[in-house]
């Protein structure tokens, strides 16, 4: 049964709304207030804050932040993150964590969230920040830099196993599901899986084979895993997150000169771009009934955030899979790279466990990525164009498809249509 926060707590509980939109502000307040009425009794105080005038007043003396921005928004950051790029046949799926894309949507809120970090050590140096936004590594490794008490999080790693034996039809005959899982965000390994004592990675391989093989015959139906299983083929080990992401974390899917890849393997480019389309006029249909309906109600899910705020408020222990400095956790990473590690939590904190060595041919595919990432935190921070360029020359997939001239002159074509979205790069 769920766990609940000590009443007093509970009666003292102020939710702080902040954005930047005021009419998405008002629709959020809306919602929360029916469920804080329906849900709560109402006894929790709600507050709206709009605009950077009101944000101090929204984070003064908060215990816990919860981030979920997207700067710039679809229009018009997302769209120069995909077209500019195809100009110089670039083609991306998601964009948001690596690539290109995943680097310029670092570069532009990494600025913003250091503003917002600036806010919180003069009104609220305790609090925690619960960190939703991607790119998730660069975010929180900034963050983490500028001395905020933070942890990243993502939801592929609770789903990860379970999906898994899910899609290959074994999940119904696992009585006791056992899984490690680490490595950094978007690119963890599922280094075990066992039902007690018993490996199931040998049945997971033979029908994850099994299932692409079907699937790669002329003319048979595609499913939307064929890259994670392939990249399992060849490591040896299951990824954490999705195949539309994964296809663009690593030099061997988007490549011009194998474009028969994307059909075999059910790559779909510009799915962000898509996706966005889609969910905005998805809300533009339900914001009536949804904001209408008086009796909204709401079920916990498995995000991670309330099961910590919870568990730093009553001290029963929560295991998550959490973003954090590495430190000496995974022993063949960079020290300064954040990575996706086990992690306790309890009224001491956020503690990550310690991992040791993964498998170096993982670890030697997570460090194409750890470099990026830390090369485009050292942009945001320094304010280089050098350094946009080195973050971008060392994409696994941008490097792979262009010329160092051609990433360069894409870098400054992405500065230029970003402009005052970015702070003046030198």
């Known amino acids: ?121 003069e009104v609220c140096p305790h609090a925690w920040f619960l960190n939703y936004s991607n790119p998730m590594a660069m975010l929180t490794m900034a963050l983490l830099r500028r001395g905020i008490k933070t942890v990243g999080l993502c939801h592929s790693v609770q789903v990860c196993a379970s999906g898994l034996l899910e ?28 039902d007690g004592e018993t490996d199931l990675y040998p049945e997971i391989k033979r029908r994850a084979a099994a299932k692409n093989a079907a699937a790669l015959v002329a003319g048979a139906a595609k499913h939307g895993d064929m890259v994670r299983f392939e990249l ?94 590495n430190h000496g956790l995974i022993t063949n990473l960079p020290s300064e790279a954040v990575v996706e590690v086990p992690c306790l939590v309890d009224r001491n904190g956020v503690q990550p466990t310690f991992v040791g060595k993964l498998p170096e041919h993982l670890a030697a595919l997570n460090r194409t990525n750890i470099n990026p990432q830390i090369l485009t935190v050292e942009a945001a921070f320094s304010r280089k164009k050098d350094d946009v360029y080195h973050a971008a020359y060392l994409d696994p997939h941008t490097a792979a498809e262009l010329s160092l001239d051609d990433i360069r002159a894409l870098c400054d074509d992405l500065i230029a249509a970003h402009g005052t979205m970015m702070p003046a790069y030198r």
């Open 1 to 121: 049964m769920p766990r609940k926060i000590h009443a007093s707590r509970v009666s003292n509980l102020v939710i702080a709304l902040y954005d930047i939109d005021a009419t998405r502000l008002g629709e959020s307040l809306q919602m929360v207030q029916t469920l804080n009425r329906n849900l709560n009794g109402g006894r929790a105080k709600v507050t709206a804050h709009h605009g950077v005038a009101q944000r101090k007043d929204a984070l003064r003396g908060a215990d816990y932040l919860v981030n979920a921005i997207q700067v710039g928004g679809y229009e018009p950051s997302t769209v120069i993150d995909f077209e500019i790029p195809k100009k110089y046949g670039l083609r991306q799926t998601i964009g948001d964590t690596l690539g290109i894309g995943g680097i310029f949507r670092g570069l532009r809120t990494i600025p913003v969230l250091m503003d917002i970090a600036d806010d919180i050590l």
């Open 232 to 325: 399992m083929r060849h490591f040896g080990y299951y990824i954490t997150e999705s195949s539309e992401h994964n296809a663009e974390y690593s030099p061997y899917w988007i490549k011009a000169r194998y474009p028969q890849l994307i059909e075999q393997f059910n790559i779909p480019l510009d799915e962000y771009p898509r996706r966005c389309v889609n969910q905005i006029a998805g809300w533009a249909k339900m914001r009536d009934d949804v904001l209408g309906n008086h009796a909204l109600t709401h079920e916990r899910t498995h995000e991670y955030g309330s099961y910590i705020i919870e568990a730093l408020e009553t001290d029963v222990p929560y295991r998550i899979g959490g973003n954090v400095l």
């Open 167 to 194: 899609q290959l039809e074994m999940d119904k005959s696992v009585k006791q599901l056992k899984w490690e899982i680490a490595g950094i965000n978007h690119q963890a390994w599922l280094l075990s899986i066992r």
